[in-house]
């Protein structure tokens, strides 16, 4: 995808985004022996964090000039996280230090001559594409990274939308937001004061990435502070209604270990790492034309992984802020399974991020989402089965059996044991097991 900065800042992030990748594609020297794997999805559903894996698994692990830039990623990560948070602070209309279950916080005064907050924007909008990488399992040495700037055919028509439904969750959750935004108001809004918008004025004005050696003590001490906030934590809860990436809380509440500067990340942390694959543009499949340019990487693909975060059921797209992030993933199904190129392609379905998921429906009904959901909300099982065959039902060539697994990307354990059944179904010995995993 171009990468357009805007800032001395966001180049900096692009920066270290290619730097990853291209590390990450450096290992992919030595795959010739090895299975060839496609890895798809769409954006944030873990295909990197699948490839790390591979690294750490059927590879010689991080290297150390990786886990150097892996460190400023994290601290960015950290700085991303926070501002997110406090930004949705105003646009949810949430005023610090506010509980949910104390409805009525007792609000500071507003002085009248008090400077409004500076509110930031959102986060950049660029519209990216789904990328693709070629991994290697089973003896390989490495992994290569391919790009594809869209999916192969679009069929991304007729799909439902997401609808909504009132249930007593539904207005339970409307309760709170109504008394936050009333409190917001009552506190003067934007103009709310006290240590809580210090902090977050603080974390809002600070760049996104730093060239010194750590975040500055002042903003981990904001950073800390707003994370113990009442209102924040509110706020986090309500993560699904705005843009905040999934390590937000593994990264922020272990700010002091990643801001030392003594820091070297752990392969658990680079696992939980985010950054969005940026050099992906060396094969692009924007049409059937270019067809002839980009058929010979899949040629001897043993296999296709499709990822796609489950946990992501009540979450809107990065990229247009309106569509829900399983029918994206759906529609980008469509367009690979059914693709006539990948009619006898091994199909593996990566159903990603259980461990979110698991957490998740605890709170968010899957059915105020998916009305076609019956079943009860919090059964896992249910739950999970229902979206499986919603990915299965869409595959149009029963003879080519799709493999659904149920994973947890950044735990190297489960994926391992994953890894294992994907090479054996590969390899022939386990055709039979199809189905869900
Ligand atoms: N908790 C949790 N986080 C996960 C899991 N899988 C991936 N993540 C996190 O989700 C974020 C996105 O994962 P990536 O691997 O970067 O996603 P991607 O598909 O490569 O995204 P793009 O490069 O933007 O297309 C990272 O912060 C990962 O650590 C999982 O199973 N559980
Ligand atoms: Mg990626």
């Known amino acids: 995808m171009g990468g357009c900065a805007s800032s001395p800042q966001d180049a900096e992030a692009i920066a270290a985004s290619r730097a990853i990748d291209k590390a990450l594609k450096n290992d992919a020297k030595e795959i010739d022996d090895s299975i060839r794997l496609l890895l798809l999805g769409s954006g944030e559903s873990g295909k990197s964090t699948i490839l790390k894996q591979m690294k750490l698994i059927y590879g010689k692990g991080f290297a150390t000039d990786e886990q150097v830039i892996y460190r400023t990623a994290i601290q960015g990560n950290a700085i991303t996280a926070a501002k997110a948070l406090c930004w949705a602070m105003d646009s949810l209309k949430i005023p610090y230090g506010f509980d949910p279950e104390v409805l009525a916080t007792p609000a500071p005064a507003i002085p009248d001559d008090l400077d409004r907050l500076e509110s930031l924007s959102s986060q950049h909008n660029a519209s990216r594409p789904v990328s693709a990488i070629i991994g290697s399992i089973g003896g390989g040495k490495g992994s290569d990274i391919l790009g594809s700037e869209e999916s192969l055919d679009d069929s991304r028509s007729n799909m439902e939308s997401p609808m909504e439904e009132e249930g007593e969750a539904v207005k339970v959750v409307d309760a709170k937001a109504k008394a936050a935004e009333a409190e917001y108001k009552r506190v003067g809004g934007s103009r709310q004061v006290g240590p809580g918008p210090l902090a977050a004025a603080k974390i809002k004005s600070t760049p996104f990435t730093h060239s010194g050696d750590s975040i500055s003590a002042e903003i981990v001490d904001a950073i800390k502070l707003i994370w113990n906030d009442p209102?924040?934590?509110?706020?986090?809860?309500?993560?699904?209604?705005?843009?905040?990436?999934?390590?937000?809380?593994?990264?922020?509440?272990?700010?002091?270990?990643?801001?030392?500067?003594?820091?070297?990340?752990?392969?658990?942390?680079?696992?939980?790492?985010?950054?969005?694959?940026?050099?992906i543009t060396e094969t692009k499949m924007k049409s059937k034309n270019e067809r002839k340019k980009w058929a010979p990487y899949f040629d001897d693909v043993s296999a296709i992984i499709f990822l796609a975060a489950i946990s992501s059921y009540d979450q809107v797209c990065y990229?247009?802020?309106?569509?829900?992030?399983?029918?994206?993933?759906?529609?980008?199904?469509?367009?690979?399974?059914?693709?006539?190129?990948?009619?006898?392609?091994?199909?593996?379905?990566?159903?990603?991020?259980?461990?979110?998921?698991?957490?998740?429906?605890?709170?968010?009904?899957?059915?105020?989402?998916?009305?076609?959901?019956?079943?009860?909300?919090?059964?896992?099982?249910?739950?999970?089965?229902?979206?499986?065959?919603?990915?299965?039902?869409?595959?149009?060539?029963?003879?080519?059996?799709?493999?659904?697994?149920?994973?947890?990307?950044?735990?190297?354990?489960?994926?391992?044991?994953?890894?294992?059944?994907?090479?054996?179904?590969?390899?022939?010995?386990?055709?039979?097991?199809?189905?869900?995993?």
């Open 231 to 279: 209102g924040i934590q509110y706020c986090y809860s309500r993560a699904n209604e705005f843009q905040l990436i999934d390590c937000c809380k593994y990264f922020i509440t272990d700010i002091d270990r990643i801001c030392v500067s003594t820091y070297t990340p752990t392969p658990q942390d680079i696992l939980h790492c985010r950054t969005m694959t940026t050099n």
């Open 319 to 437: 990229e247009d802020n309106s569509t829900n992030r399983i029918l994206e993933a759906l529609n980008l199904f469509a367009s690979i399974c059914n693709h006539p190129l990948f009619k006898t392609t091994s199909m593996i379905l990566f159903l990603n991020k259980i461990d979110l998921f698991t957490e998740k429906i605890k709170t968010s009904p899957v059915s105020q989402f998916f009305p076609d959901y019956i079943g009860d909300d919090t059964d896992y099982g249910g739950t999970s089965t229902f979206f499986a065959n919603k990915f299965l039902a869409i595959n149009k060539y029963p003879e080519r059996k799709i493999y659904v697994h149920f994973t947890w990307a950044t735990d190297t354990k489960q994926t391992r044991k994953v890894l294992d059944t994907v090479n054996k179904i590969i390899l022939g010995s386990n055709l039979d097991d199809a189905g869900i995993a």
